[in-house]
């Protein structure tokens, strides 16, 4: 399995901005597509992005769609989730995954048992 670190979480008021990344380790970064889910306090854990291993396809949840965006830089071995416009209803602990897709190039995945390995997490709490 892949090693998986999160960083960039913080306190940030609504309407503000933050950008999560994390950063993988122990396997080949673009062997693996990649996804951000999210967990409220209270509640499952749901999807946020995804992205593909070659950056071509990405996916996100109707709840952050046109203000967030998924990218990855395979070179540093990164994904990162660039967050605008931000609401108090996006405060939660925000983890990445990633999921080894030999051959798939263009596939992303939204549930969360798809992916074999996560990170720790980071915790986002937007003030409003």
């Known amino acids: 399995q892949v090693q998986l670190v999160e960083s960039g979480g913080g306190l940030v008021q609504a309407g503000g901005s933050l950008r999560l990344a994390c950063t993988a380790s122990g396997r080949t970064f673009s062997d693996y597509a990649m996804g951000w889910f999210r967990q409220a306090p209270g509640k499952e854990r749901e999807f946020v992005a995804a992205?593909?291993?070659?950056?071509?396809?990405?996916s996100y949840a109707d709840t952050v769609k046109g203000r967030f965006t998924i990218s990855r830089d395979n070179a540093k071995s990164t994904v990162y989730l660039q967050m605008n416009s931000l609401k108090a209803e996006d405060t939660a602990d925000y983890y990445c995954?990633?999921?080894?897709?030999?051959?798939?190039?263009?596939?992303?995945?939204?549930?969360?048992?798809?992916?074999?390995?996560w990170g720790r997490g980071t915790q986002v709490t937007v003030s409003s």
């Open positions: 992205v593909s291993r070659n950056s071509v396809k990405t």
């Open positions: 995954a990633a999921k080894p897709t030999p051959g798939l190039y263009w596939s992303v995945y939204a549930n969360a048992p798809s992916y074999d390995s």
